[in-house]
Nanobody, 115 residues
Framework: QVRLVESGGGLVQAGGSLRLSCAAS????????MGWFRQVPGKQRELVAT???????NYADSVKGRFTISRDSAKNTMYLQMNSLKSEDTAVYYC?????????WGQGTQVTVSS
């Protein structure tokens, strides 16, 4: 079993920055891919970015050049550095880790960008 705990959300003005963290515990040392998703009320959860344990990254077009995903395997922690935030980035952000056939999710952290 894997437990994911996000932190770092909050309220920020447009153009500002936030850094999200996702701490993984349990049988997390062999997770190959981790990712960040986000969801607004009434819409489907959407992919923001993913990172493999070898450091390969992938980003949604809407965040390319503004967000950076990273991973510290020694600390079992994943990060999402979000710069140049826009009002449309407002959402609940979730940490995700598919592992041994199960899709693990964190509880989510709210990011609100005021214009």
């Amino acid at each position: 079993q894997v437990r994911l705990v996000e932190s770092g959300g909050g309220l920020v003005q447009a153009g500002g920055s936030l850094r999200l963290s996702c701490a993984a515990s349990g049988n997390s040392f062999n997770i190959k891919v981790m990712g960040w998703f986000r969801q607004v009320p009434g819409k489907q959860r959407e992919l923001v970015a993913t990172i493999t344990n070898s450091g390969t990254t992938n980003y949604a077009d809407s965040v390319k050049g503004r967000f950076t995903i990273s991973r510290d395997s020694a600390k079992n922690t994943m990060y999402l550095q979000m710069n140049s935030l826009k009002s449309e980035d407002t959402a609940v952000y979730y940490c995700n880790a598919p592992y041994l056939g199960y899709n693990y999710w964190g509880q989510g952290t709210q990011v609100t960008v005021s214009s």
